[in-house]
């Protein structure tokens, strides 16, 4: 497994934009395919964006497409959920992922996890 610590949450206003970065260990990183998942108070875990191993491939939830981008560095094991236009019905807990074994929009299916990083947006 991979180990992956995610940074760069926080309190923002509606429309502000974050970029959240999520750093893996090892020398493999570039074979793992990536996601983004996030989880607000009494919900499901619930999918948000994923990238193949190359970057060439990325997949988005309908509730953030056209406003989050994700993106990844290889060089620098790390993968970036950059988030524009934010709404406060995208206050969560943000986590990363690696390596989904099935269906990606499942978190069920999904091998490595971070701890998770908050971001709150205020009306």
């Known amino acids: 497994q991979v180990q992956l610590v995610e940074s760069g949450g926080g309190l923002v206003q509606t429309g502000d934009s974050l970029r959240l970065s999520c750093a893996a260990s090892?020398?493999?990183?570039?074979?793992?395919?990536m996601g983004w998942f996030r989880q607000a108070p009494g919900k499901e875990r619930e999918f948000v964006a994923a990238?193949?191993?190359?970057?060439?491939?990325?997949y988005y939830a309908d509730s953030v497409e056209g406003r989050f981008t994700i993106s990844r560095d290889n060089a620098k094991n790390t993968v970036y959920l950059q988030m524009n236009s934010l709404k406060p019905e995208d206050t969560a807990v943000y986590y990363c992922?690696?390596?989904?074994?099935?269906?990606?929009?499942?978190?069920?299916?999904?091998?490595?996890w971070g701890q998770g990083t908050q971001v709150t947006v205020s009306s």
């Open positions: 992922a690696a390596d989904p074994e099935g269906n990606y929009k499942s978190s069920n299916d999904w091998g490595s």
């Open positions: 090892g020398r493999t990183f570039s074979s793992h395919p």
């Open positions: 990238i193949s191993t190359s970057g060439g491939s990325t």
